[in-house]
């Protein structure tokens, strides 16, 4: 069975803790979330999706038989980069390695190139993330560049890599 994309729901709350109360899962994202990360932590994110501008935001529970397996979001940029959006994403670690992440980054695409005017998206994995970076690839994005001594994480300086897909009229 392949996962699906949709809109979070409040019920989705257990679950989305459940999935990114895992240090391996935020070693590997931008630093300001809890840990450990509760379901009252996912209630609080679920209600602020719902409620953010909807030109803007596009978050997306991964859904496997309807129930929340990770976490999508697609945000959109400003000021001169407005048709520009930056992605990130996880999966619950034990759904790990069978193509969920490849397919929900495709879905999340095709959905954002089909219903919106962005033009480019982006994702900016740690250069050591070798997962997202295959993923992105399988997904038909170009590796841009290395970007170096991007980022501090967890102490230590380290290099991430610019990856974009760019919309084909
Ligand atoms: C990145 C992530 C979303 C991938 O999800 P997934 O459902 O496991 O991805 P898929 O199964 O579609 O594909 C994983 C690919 O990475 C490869 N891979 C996994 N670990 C790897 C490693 N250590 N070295 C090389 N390749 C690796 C797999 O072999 C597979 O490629 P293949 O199909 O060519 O064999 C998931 O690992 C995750 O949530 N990681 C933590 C959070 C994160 O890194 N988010 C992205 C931030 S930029």
């Not at 990770?70 to 994403?89: D, L, P, Q, W």
């Not at 992105?136 to 230590?156: D, I, M, T, Y």
Request: proline content about 3%.
């Amino acid at each position: 069975m392949d996962c699906k994309i949709r809109p979070w729901q409040i019920e989705d709350a257990a679950n989305l803790a459940a999935a990114l109360n895992n240090r391996k899962i935020q070693d590997n994202l931008r630093d300001g979330l809890p840990f450990p990360y509760t379901t009252e932590d996912a209630k609080e994110y679920i209600t602020a999706m719902l409620a953010a501008d909807k030109e803007a935001n596009y978050a997306f529970a991964i859904t496997l038989d309807d129930k929340a397996i990770g976490s999508m979001g697609v945000f959109r940029k400003n000021n001169i980069h407005c048709r520009t959006a930056e992605m990130g994403y996880y999966i619950a670690e034990p759904y790990w390695g069978k193509g969920f992440g490849t397919s929900a980054v495709k879905q999340t695409c095709d959905y954002i190139f089909k219903h919106t005017d962005i033009i480019r998206i982006f994702a900016e994995p740690f250069a050591h993330n070798a997962a997202s970076c295959r993923i992105l690839e399988k997904a038909g994005f170009q590796c841009e560049g290395l970007l170096c001594k991007n980022a501090v994480k967890n102490g230590k300086v380290l290099d991430m890599k610019m990856y974009a897909l760019i919309r084909e009229d």
